[in-house]
T-cell receptor
C-alpha cells in the first residue's frame, strides 16, 4: 500500500519565520504535489515535481518554494510566513496516469 | 485551464437510501481522467472511483457508481445503500493525466442521518 507521510499534523509558527513542510513517499513515485485546502475553496495546487530537482508552478505558487533533492522527498518552503498562509497543506504522489495518493495533511497556523 | 463545479455545498440522506452528488467540468482536452475523492473527518483524502474519458462505460465500485456524460461534461456520483461511514466531504476532480496536478471542485459535504 502506498504511504505518503507528512512530518507534522499540526504546526504553529510566527509571522516572518521560514517554515518547512516535509513529505515522504515510499512507492518510488516520480510525481509529487503540494496543495493547500481552505474552506469553500477546495484544494488548490501550489507546486508539483515530476522528477528529482524538477519543479513546476501550480495555480498559487506566490509566497512558496519547493525542494526535491531526492525522489522520495518533496519539501514545501514558506520563505517568510504570513497570516494568509494559515491553511491545511496536503502532499500527494503518483506515478504516470495513476491516481494521486495523499498524506494526512498538516494544519499550519501562522500567528 | 480546467474548472470543476459542484453545485451542492451540502447534501443529507437517510441511512440505507440512495444519494446522487452532481459535478460538471470544463476542459479543452479530449483525453482526461475524472475522479471522486472523499475526505472524512480524519482528513485523509481517499480515492472513491475513477473514470477514463475515453471509456463510454460508467465506472462502478461496489455501492458507488458514476453517470459520465462526456458531451454534457457531467460526472455525477451515486451512492447506494448509504452507510454512516460514507459521511465525508466529497470532491469531484479532473486530471489531464501524467504529471499534471489535479483540479478540484469545492466539495459537497455529505451527511448521513441514522
Amino acid at each position: 500500500d502506498v504511504k505518503v507521510t507528512q512530518s507534522s499534523r499540526y504546526l504553529v509558527k510566527r509571522t516572518g519565520e521560514k517554515v518547512f513542510l516535509e513529505c515522504v513517499q515510499d512507492m518510488d513515485h516520480e510525481n509529487m504535489f503540494w496543495y493547500r485546502q481552505d474552506p469553500g475553496l477546495g484544494l488548490r495546487l501550489i507546486y508539483f515535481s515530476y522528477d528529482v530537482k524538477m519543479k513546476e508552478k501550480g495555480d498559487i505558487p506566490e509566497g512558496y518554494s519547493v525542494s526535491r533533492e531526492k525522489k522520495e522527498r518533496f519539501s514545501l518552503i514558506l520563505e517568510s510566513a504570513s497570516t494568509n498562509q494559515t491553511s491545511m497543506y496536503l502532499c500527494a504522489s503518483s506515478t504516470a496516469f495513476q491516481p494521486q495518493h495523499f498524506g494526512d495533511g498538516t494544519r499550519l497556523s501562522i500567528l | 485551464a480546467q474548472t470543476v463545479t459542484q453545485s451542492q455545498p451540502e447534501m443529507s440522506v437517510q441511512e440505507a437510501e440512495t444519494v446522487t452528488l452532481s459535478c460538471t467540468y470544463d476542459t479543452s482536452e479530449s483525453d482526461y481522467y475524472l475522479f471522486w475523492y472523499k475526505q472524512p473527518p480524519s482528513r485523509q483524502m481517499i480515492l472513491v472511483i475513477r473514470q477514463e474519458a475515453y471509456k463510454q462505460q460508467n465506472a462502478t465500485e461496489n455501492r458507488f457508481s458514476v453517470n459520465f456524460q462526456k458531451a454534457a461534461k457531467s460526472f455525477s456520483l451515486k451512492i447506494s445503500d448509504s452507510q454512516l461511514g460514507d459521511a465525508a466531504m466529497y470532491f469531484c476532480v479532473h486530471s489531464g493525466g501524467g504529471a499534471d496536478g489535479l483540479t478540484f471542485g469545492k466539495g459537497t459535504h455529505l451527511i448521513i442521518q441514522p
